[in-house]
């Protein structure tokens, strides 16, 4: 996320209400630095776990050598390039599970051109996640350490009506750094290897 917008600052804000309610033991919120949206998910260490990998990576032993040989077959790529990606904020939560808002493409051009993209980098790397038409867009601050009570939930509530509350005006849209390929290990980091072309 860019770090000079107003959608940054909203966040920052948000967490800071967040490690201020009722409920801030329950919740760890994720550094700056990795603040981010994912536009296409490649693949985990649980993938090549379960052996859930199409033929061309079947025999990778590890997470580190599936993204070498995606990284080798994206490099060689004609993706269409990409333009600016701008999202609006939908809404925050629920937050039984991470302190999570929802983004949606802010216009027709955005919303083409994320679909192209992941359309794109599932034909190239046969990588289709089974919610792959149905992904919602998203940026999380943060994750859920427990699972919540039914007492937990005015608060989550009341948590996330502040939170909302905070993008509006220019913090109600961003628009995006340039898409990348980044490798992920914990929510701590995104190493960049390659960026999509640029239109």
């Known amino acids: 996320m860019p770090q000079d917008s107003a959608f940054f600052h909203a966040e920052t804000e948000a967490m800071g209400i967040m490690k201020r309610s009722s409920i801030a033991d329950q919740y760890v919120c994720l550094p700056h630095q990795s603040m981010h949206m994912t536009v296409f998910d490649a693949t985990t260490q649980d993938t090549v776990i379960d052996k859930q990998l199409p033929a061309w990576l079947a025999d990778c032993a590890d997470v580190s050598e599936v993204s070498q040989r995606i990284l080798a077959r994206l490099q060689k790529s004609t993706l269409t390039p990409v333009g600016p990606i701008t999202m ?112």
């Open 88 to 199: 609006e904020v939908k809404e925050f939560g629920p937050f039984d599970a991470g302190f999570t808002m929802e983004l949606a493409p802010a216009d027709d051009a955005t919303f083409n051109r994320l679909w192209t993209i992941r359309r794109e980098l599932n034909a190239l790397l046969e990588l289709r996640a089974s919610n792959f038409e149905t992904y919602q867009f998203h940026s999380t601050l943060g994750y859920r350490l427990v699972k919540p009570l039914a007492s937990d939930v005015p608060p989550m509530e009341r948590l996330a009506a502040k939170c909302s509350a905070l993008f509006t005006g220019e913090a109600a849209t961003v628009t995006l750094g340039h898409p990348a390929f980044n490798l992920f290990d914990d929510m701590l980091a995104f190493p960049q290897l390659w960026r999509l072309p640029k239109a």
